[in-house]
């Protein structure tokens, strides 16, 4: 157990970043929190932070406990409320307007996003929301609320970036993993946010980078996978992969998927590879119809880098990142993917079961 000096100094940063076998970096193992400076310690897994009034990002204050991987977020002063909404989904206007009316009653401000469709909205529905571009309503509120499915929640994901602003999904999709409130279930949820009882569930992501030739060509984050793939047409492809700078394999196959846990019920269950549980630290490497039967999924550490290189010229690949951005690939080129120093804070229901999603979702025993 580290010494109660050292656990204060590693909160002298609002990122305490320590250094691990040479890899990235990762957060402490141990923290402390300021508001409960004298009271107990609590030890946190490897991918949670606990932040006091003086620490944080974008000046808000959290403070977590312990709760199956998912900390119970204490209660927080709300002052501005961003809504983004899933396009073409008409139905999703009302729910607006009542969320505007929930944020009047308790002077919070609402801000929107620029496809929000402002003009349309106050001419529908007489409700006035204020509208921002991405990049500076994700840094200005306290929290946002989606209204669409698990792939308008993914989109949010990259787009909150650095900021890591806690994200309350209403489902207008079809499957729900992410976005797990109904329409009916928002001003609960909204209540229950001001009220402290929920919990802040943070999920794992990862950055990928593309090299040709030692030139970078393209970087981002994801929430679920990165998928390399084959076209229709093309015949099977080789993958040279490495972890940590091992030799692992040259996979012959369709393609292969490197996978978070919680996209674990993606893509990669469809290619016959395990779920994972949402708070596990770890990621999983899937072929997707590999030419030897062998060649199985690869569970490994959440910190493990991953380099891999096409081996196959003259076919039609492509790079696919949360199945929401592309682009094709060419012989030699290098996909190093790592863990992302950000997560994406995921607003749950302090009484949600996960296996009940999974059950649900996924019509087990049915």
């Not at 794992?204 to 984050?221: F, I, N, P, T």
Request: proline residues 6%; charged residues 20%; glycine residues 10%.
């Amino acid at each position: 157990m580290a010494s109660f000096s050292s656990l204060i100094t590693h909160h002298l940063s609002p990122y305490p970043l320590t250094p691990r076998r040479g890899r990235g970096y990762h957060p402490p193992k141990f923290s402390v929190s300021i508001p409960k400076l004298y009271g107990s310690l609590s030890r946190f897994s490897g991918g949670d932070r606990a932040r006091g009034p003086d620490f944080g990002i974008s000046g808000r204050a959290y403070t977590f406990r312990r709760r199956l991987g998912d900390p119970l977020m204490e209660k927080i002063a709300v002052r501005r409320v961003g809504v983004l909404i899933k396009p073409h989904q008409p139905d999703a206007l009302k729910t607006i307007c009542r969320l505007v009316e929930w944020c009047a009653e308790r002077g919070i401000a609402v801000v929107g996003g620029p496809r929000l469709g402002r003009a349309q909205i106050t001419a529908e529905t007489g409700c006035a929301v204020e509208t921002l571009e991405h990049s500076e309503l994700v840094k200005s509120v306290d929290f946002i609320v989606v209204l669409g499915g698990d792939g308008t929640m993914i989109a949010t994901a990259r787009m909150v970036g650095d900021h890591g602003t806690p994200v309350l999904g209403i489902n207008y999709g079809t499957l729900g993993y992410l976005a797990d409130f109904t329409h009916e279930e928002m001003i609960p949820a909204l209540d229950s946010i001001l009220a402290g009882t929920y919990t802040l569930d943070q999920r794992l992501m990862l950055a990928a980078e593309v090299y040709r030739g030692g030139e970078k060509l393209h970087h981002d984050r994801v929430l679920n996978d990165v998928v390399i793939s084959k076209s229709a047409l093309a015949r099977i492809i080789e993958i040279e992969t490495r972890i940590d700078g091992k030799f692992v394999n040259c996979f012959r196959a369709d393609g292969l998927i490197i996978s978070t846990p919680t996209g674990s019920t993606a893509y990669n269950l469809s290619a016959g590879g395990p779920v994972i549980y949402p708070s596990m630290g770890a990621v999983v490497i899937t072929p997707i119809c590999p030419h030897t039967l062998s060649n199985r999924p690869l569970v490994v550490p959440d910190d493990a880098e991953f380099e891999l290189t096409l081996k196959t010229s003259n076919e039609e690949v492509g790079l696919t990142l949360d199945g929401q951005v592309g682009m094709p690939l060419e012989y030699e080129d290098r996909i190093v993917v790592r863990k992302s120093r950000t997560s994406f804070n995921l607003i749950q229901s302090n009484t949600r079961n996960y296996f009940d999603v999974l059950r649900n979702k996924l019509k087990w025993g049915r």
